[in-house]
Nanobody, 123 residues
Framework: QVQLVESGGGLVHPGDSLRLSCEAS????????MGWFRQAPGKEREFVAT????????NYADSVKGRFTASRDNAKNAVYLQMNSLKPEDTAIYYC????????????????WGQGTQVTVSS
């Protein structure tokens, strides 16, 4: 079973950039599609991005399209979320998640989750 650990969150100003990392344990990681989700206080967990097992396909929520980029390095068992032009509304706990086979936009379809990393965007 793959286990996930996120890192890279922090407190930044509007317009700044951050890169989140999600490191996975387990030999099966290259076969998993990965998702990024976030949850702000008092809100439901929402889809941010997803990336296919080989990194060939990625999809984004409209709210982050053009600002965020998901990537992965299967040799390092890692997936990344580059976040540029951050806005206060991007403030949330960010989670990476894994699932076998195809990627999905729905958090209920991901059985494996990391513990999350806090991103705060504030002036």
């Amino acid at each position: 079973q793959v286990q996930l650990v996120e890192s890279g969150g922090g407190l930044v100003h509007p317009g700044d950039s951050l890169r989140l990392s999600c490191e996975a344990s387990g030999r099966a990681f290259p076969s998993y599609a990965m998702g990024w989700f976030r949850q702000a206080p008092g809100k439901e967990r929402e889809f941010v991005a997803t990336i296919s097992w080989n990194g060939g396909v990625s999809n984004y929520a409209d709210s982050v399209k053009g600002r965020f980029t998901a990537s992965r390095d299967n040799a390092k068992n890692a997936v990344y979320l580059q976040m540029n032009s951050l806005k206060p509304e991007d403030t949330a706990i960010y989670y990476c998640a894994a699932r076998s086979f195809n990627y999905s936009y729905y958090n209920t379809e991901y059985p494996i989750w990391g513990q999350g990393t806090q991103v705060t965007v504030s002036s």
